[in-house]
């Protein structure tokens, strides 16, 4: 435990770059060893200017300590790339974290068919549907789903994972203490519970923008594949994807329609040579051979009351998958207008689209749009003739 000070000293340098910190390592073997070289030693590590140097001359060890202590306060784990259990896909990257904290229990990352699920935060319903299934049929499959808690794609991904009773490990772009975004709390526990959080920024750190670019060459670097879902143009997903083929990592894509503005990254990925993905075992059966024995290419279903994670949890309640009692007050839970326009004007006696949609005063594209992502969440259910009820009581 004496040696992680330093761990956390060399990784917390004000104005150190992260290739200066791999150099370091590489020169001296250690931070301990860095830390107390002479100037001149430093001056002779591969790369490294005057100015980086100079960097190192910050000897105060108060904000590793403070690191360490609430990392024991909050039970979580420190992990350094020169231990057993860091993942080797990750060390192989060309700039991988020298310390990662870690909530939850890191699944043997290495022996996995890790496969990440990446898309845009201002997804259709269209995406959020590909993402819950793909995800799910990839988990049900046997392969370790990879994502970044984001909101959008990477929470549909990490519940249908979830909710299929799989594994997920959730890359942030902040402390693995702190949720971002605030209504992910939930999910949050359920994947550290059936998986683990990840981040190389310690306890306390606050989503910044410019963590998450950043952050992503952890999510590929972790996964023998990167599923696109939907990449508008400029799309932090198209930012994954092209580190993933830096790193010698396979690219999928699901398509969407030519004039959709979200697809737009992910049909010209699929011009460009990644696979199509169209349900999970387009992705798994390119690594059915290599990983003999862990995957499953047609599963049996679970009954609900044996599935971990998510699911598991919501469906401890009473009502079918959320708790009983709703509260719209203060943000409206995360909903927007229209979402919850449509949960006050269904009840628990099933109701056609073309009722819900005349007595909610919403359009008929507006409604099935609120009623995808509602049903995506458990907040209402779908039944046979195009009717739904409300699995919610609401309260103002």
Request: charged share 25%; with cysteine.
């Amino acid at each position: 435990m004496a040696s992680l000070k330093y761990w956390l000293w060399l990784a917390e340098l004000p104005g150190l770059r992260r290739q200066t910190r791999t150099a370091l390592l590489e020169s001296f073997g250690s931070p301990e060893k860095a830390y107390f070289a002479a100037p001149e030693e430093v001056l002779l590590t591969r790369g490294i200017t005057r100015e980086q140097a100079g960097c190192l001359k910050d000897k105060s060890l108060e904000r590793a300590e403070q690191i360490l202590e609430d990392c024991r306060r909050l039970h979580i784990r420190i992990l350094t790339i020169q231990d057993a259990d860091y993942p080797h896909r990750l060390k192989n990257i060309y700039d991988p974290p020298a310390v990662l904290y870690v909530r939850g229990q890191l699944p043997v990352v290495d022996e996995e068919v890790a496969v990440a699920v990446v898309g845009t935060r201002k997804c259709t319903p269209y995406g959020m549907s590909a993402a819950n299934k793909l995800s799910g049929q990839l988990a049900a499959g046997g392969a370790l789903v990879v994502t970044g808690l984001a909101r959008g794609i990477d929470s549909a991904a990490a519940k249908g994972a979830l909710r299929a009773g799989g594994r997920v490990i959730g890359v942030l772009g902040c402390g693995v203490d702190v949720v971002y975004p605030k209504e992910n709390g939930y999910l949050y526990e359920d994947v550290a519970a059936a998986g683990a959080l990840i981040s190389e920024y310690p306890p306390g750190t606050e989503p910044e923008r410019q963590h998450f670019p950043v952050r992503n060459r952890i999510i590929s670097g972790l996964s023998l594949a990167t599923l696109v879902v939907e990449a508008p143009e400029e799309s932090g997903a198209l930012i994954t994807a092209s580190t993933a083929l830096e790193q010698g990592r396979d690219v999928y894509a699901v398509p969407g329609p030519i004039d959709a503005p979200n697809s737009v990254g992910c049909n010209r990925l699929l011009r460009d040579g990644a696979g199509l993905a169209a349900e999970g075992w387009d992705i798994l059966r390119d690594y059915e051979g290599r990983y003999p024995g862990k995957l499953r290419r047609d599963p049996a279903r679970r009954e609900p009351e044996t599935v971990r994670g998510y699911r598991g949890r919501e469906e401890q309640a009473p009502a079918k998958k959320l708790p009983p009692l709703l509260s719209l007050s203060g943000d409206g839970a995360g909903l927007t207008d229209d979402q919850i326009a449509v949960l006050r004007t269904l009840t628990e006696e099933p109701m056609l689209t073309d009722d819900l949609t005349d007595a909610a005063g919403i359009t008929a594209r507006r409604m099935l749009s609120a009623l995808t992502i509602l049903e995506i969440e458990g907040y209402v259910t779908q039944l046979p003739g195009g009717r739904y009820i409300r699995n919610v009581e609401l309260a103002d």
